[in-house]
């Protein structure tokens, strides 16, 4: 599966066509993993952990997922997340706690940063 960067309301991706920088940087493609949920029920999940977006606005992710065969690649399927916000380092609010599941990954293996604590910016 892999990860792009949408408009929150037309879902137009985002392309950065004035600089060689990418807007959206980290590990934007995932195999799955098989792992416990929350409920200790085996799934398959796809773990983007160092994921950051370098412009400031509300955005969506676009989750595609892509049949690699011997005739070629298709994409099965595209999804979008819900809408986030992007801060600028002046006005972030602070990290908040990593989740349940979250923990529970990391706690199975999977390398993703966890905050034990919520922190707020004075």
Known sequence: M???LAHSTTHE??????SQTNIL???TA????KLKDINNHDGGFFVFGDLSVKL???FKLKFSMFEISKSGVT???S????????????????VLESTFLSRSFSDQGVRIRIRKEHRVQM
């Open 2 to 4: 892999c990860v792009t």
């Open 13 to 18: 991706d985002i392309v950065n066509t004035t």
């Open 25 to 27: 940087s980290g590990q």
């Open 30 to 33: 995932s195999s799955m993993y």
């Open 56 to 58: 400031e606005g509300q």
């Open 75 to 77: 994409n099965l399927k």
């Open 79 to 94: 999804i979008y997340s819900d809408v986030f916000q992007v801060y600028s380092s002046k006005t972030f609010p602070g």
